[in-house]
């Protein structure tokens, strides 16, 4: 039974592709946003390498300040991560959990060494019930995977630091170059070729920033902050499961305390 467990729990990670959600509503939102432009019949003139580079690059360049080249880049490992992300159903992790808890107590704890090769998609488990086969105390293993778990959710936590930043940084950027381009048009009044330039770049950092910092950077950092509390839940589900078996605690008390860790709406019940 828990060898079936296992394999149906590798079949459903293996089936992992894209967030549809994050890509139909950021696809949505530019598709709106670039009809109304179409329909403007102006596209061309809203297309402006100085805004770009004063938006684009200003932002990454003061982000940058803030934080380290090494967090910039987990952020963009992250943010992949995100748009490739399928949701997962803590549910089903409790069951899966309960299934090798009942094969533990019945077979006993070595016998989960037969599985370890089929749970290696779900890392979390996998170190927690290598630590049980192991011989490692259940209290320990508790531990150990609580204090990955903390850490896990301090790496998201900065991720998502760093694009609230960008989100924070973009429209102050577009403002620096609305005030540039208002600068180049008053600098040269004289010169009535330059005028429309230069407004051009004053208007348009500020709609750059606008649309980067509400369109990209603030929905890319809630769905992370939402996707980052639904695997500290299922991992907090793998922990609890691993530490039960290390203690050779009766599957049925893990239940009860699966249940008490997830949703109402998501409760098991495996026993009964």
């Known amino acids: 039974m828990a060898e079936e467990a296992i394999e149906t729990l590798h079949v459903r990670r293996a089936k992992s592709?894209?967030?549809?959600?994050?890509?139909?509503?950021?696809?949505?939102?530019?598709?709106?946003?670039?009809?109304?432009?179409?329909?403007?019949?102006t596209p061309g003139s809203f297309?402006?390498?100085?805004?770009?580079?004063?938006?684009?690059?200003?932002?990454?360049?003061?982000t940058t300040a803030c934080f380290s080249l090494e967090e910039m880049g987990r952020t963009a490992r992250v943010v992949m991560k995100t748009i490739f992300y399928s949701a997962r159903d803590p549910s089903d992790a409790a069951i899966h959990?309960?299934?090798?808890?009942?094969?533990?107590?019945?077979?006993?704890?070595?016998?989960?060494?037969?599985?370890?090769?089929?749970?290696?998609?779900?890392?979390?488990l996998y170190k927690g019930v290598s630590m049980v086969v192991d011989?490692?105390?259940?209290?320990?293993?508790?531990?150990?995977?609580?204090?990955?778990l903390n850490s896990t959710?301090?790496?998201?936590?900065k991720s998502t630091n760093v694009l609230r930043k960008m989100g924070?940084?973009?429209?102050?950027?577009?403002?620096?170059?609305?005030?540039?381009?208002?600068?180049?048009?008053?600098?040269?009044?004289?010169d009535p070729s330059s005028i429309g330039p230069a407004m051009a770049v004053a208007l348009l950092t500020t709609f750059y920033g606008a649309v980067l910092a509400n369109m990209v950077f603030l929905p890319l950092a809630?769905?992370?902050?939402?996707?980052?509390?639904?695997?500290?839940?299922?991992?907090?589900?793998?922990?609890?499961?691993?530490?039960?078996?290390?203690?050779?605690?009766?599957p049925r008390r893990l239940e009860m305390l699966l249940n008490s860790?997830?949703?109402?709406?998501?409760?098991?019940?495996?026993?009964?």
């Open 135 to 148: 011989g490692t105390p259940g209290s320990e293993v508790e531990i150990i995977m609580r204090r990955d």
């Open 222 to 250: 809630a769905k992370l902050e939402r996707n980052s509390s639904e695997e500290a839940l299922i991992n907090s589900v793998y922990m609890m499961g691993a530490a039960s078996i290390g203690r050779q605690e009766n």
């Open 168 to 190: 924070e940084f973009s429209p102050a950027m577009g403002l620096i170059g609305t005030l540039i381009g208002l600068v180049q048009m008053l600098g040269n009044l004289d």
């Open 97 to 124: 959990v309960l299934k090798v808890a009942e094969m533990a107590r019945k077979q006993g704890v070595l016998a989960l060494q037969n599985i370890l090769g089929s749970i290696q998609a779900e890392p979390f």
């Open 17 to 41: 592709a894209m967030d549809m959600a994050t890509i139909i509503g950021l696809l949505c939102g530019f598709g709106f946003i670039g009809g109304a432009i179409f329909i403007g019949g």
């Open 47 to 62: 297309l402006n390498p100085p805004a770009i580079l004063i938006v684009v690059g200003g932002t990454l360049a003061v």
């Open 153 to 157: 959710v301090q790496r998201h936590s």
């Open 261 to 272: 860790l997830l949703p109402p709406s998501q409760r098991v019940q495996y026993f009964d």
